[in-house]
């Protein structure tokens, strides 16, 4: 081989090595931002997640607040005597029929 064609076939691998450089540069910060998109997602789910997490336990608190609240409300209608009942629905019969 001629000196010629050595620096010929040296400046194309040169070229060809420069090129894959490039390509493992570039596979190489695709991969780092598409490592940072997943570790963002991933925080953005735990983030999510822990926000669901909290509101579902005040949900739960608020309907046992209202549950209980009920059943102060109910025993306060089961302790009206019969009688007071019975004098009530006679003043609404009364208001209703428009007798007095």
Partial sequence: MSLSTLIEVELD???RIEEAKN???KIIEDAKKRASEIVNR???MQQVDKYVSEEEKKLREEAKRIYES???EI???RNIP???INEISDIIV???MGVE
């Fill in 13 to 15: 691998a040169m070229k």
């Fill in 23 to 25: 390509k493992a540069k």
């Fill in 42 to 44: 991933n925080r953005i």
């Fill in 70 to 72: 009920y059943l102060k």
């Fill in 75 to 77: 025993e306060a209608t």
């Fill in 82 to 84: 019969l009688s007071k």
């Fill in 94 to 96: 009364r208001e209703v």
